[in-house]
């Protein structure tokens, strides 16, 4: 499977600041997805990049508080703009191979 | 709206027992289903897929799926410390893409040397 890079691993952040995590994989894939797991919680579906569009944002998800990033078919960043503590989750890179999901190392930020 | 549903647990067996952890789904529609395992601190690991209904059996691991009564089950046998971890079974859409990957919410299990 695609080897997942992504970073920061962890970050520990101001309310009101943003971060942007980056995500590299070994390949080329079209469609590279972005989750999110709160914490003690399963995992969401934030957006769907897909290289030269406009990334696909699900039910509760915006582009302004999510940005999205997809310069090529190998890397994508995610931002967390104007975070509060309630956006401290894990946020998850992955990418599909035969159907299934495979995931980056995950970042884990806190936000005071 | 889809929906997985898992026994959040915590689930406790002994060292060389079989550890048994079932997923419902709500989509009849759904065609492929999975198990990730995901250890404390780190992301989901993908460890077992099944398309069919059936047994699938790859080494400890037994994937059952059972698309009529809209169950899917993973059966670890001899368990280890190790395999303590939280198992989160993912089912997918009609469509078959990723994008309509649904998760639950995971069973926590525990192996007591």
């Known amino acids: 499977s695609a080897v997942i890079s992504q970073k920061p691993s962890r970050d520990i952040c101001q309310r009101g600041t943003s971060l942007t995590i980056q995500c590299q994989v070994d390949?080329?894939?079209?469609?590279m997805f972005w989750y999110r797991q709160q914490p003690g919680q399963s995992l969401t579906l934030i957006a769907t990049?897909?290289?030269?569009?406009?990334?696909?944002?699900e039910s509760g998800f915006v582009i302004d508080k999510f940005p999205i990033s997809r310069p090529n078919l190998t890397f994508s960043t995610l931002t967390v703009s104007n975070m509060s503590p309630e956006d401290s989750s894990i946020y998850l890179c992955s990418v599909e191979e035969w159907g299934a999901l495979f995931f980056g190392s995950g970042t884990q930020l806190s936000v005071l | 709206q889809k929906e997985v549903e898992q026994n959040s647990g915590p689930l406790s067996v002994p060292e060389g027992a079989i550890a048994s952890l079932n997923c419902t789904y709500s989509d009849r529609g759904s065609q492929s289903f999975f198990w990730y395992r995901q250890y404390s601190g780190k992301s989901p690991e993908l460890i077992m897929s099944?398309?069919?209904?059936g047994d699938k059996e790859d080494g400890r691991f037994t994937a059952q799926l059972n698309k009529a009564s809209q169950y899917v089950s993973l059966l670890i046998r001899d368990s280890q410390p190790s395999d303590s971890a939280t198992y989160l079974c993912?089912?997918?859409?009609?469509?078959?893409?990723?994008?309509?990957?649904?998760f639950g919410s995971g069973t926590q299990l525990t192996v007591l040397p």
């Open positions: 099944i398309y069919s209904n």
């Open positions: 390949s080329q894939v079209t469609m």
């Open positions: 990049a897909n290289q030269g569009s406009e990334a696909t944002y």
């Open positions: 993912a089912v997918g859409g009609s469509s078959g893409s990723a994008r309509q990957l649904t």
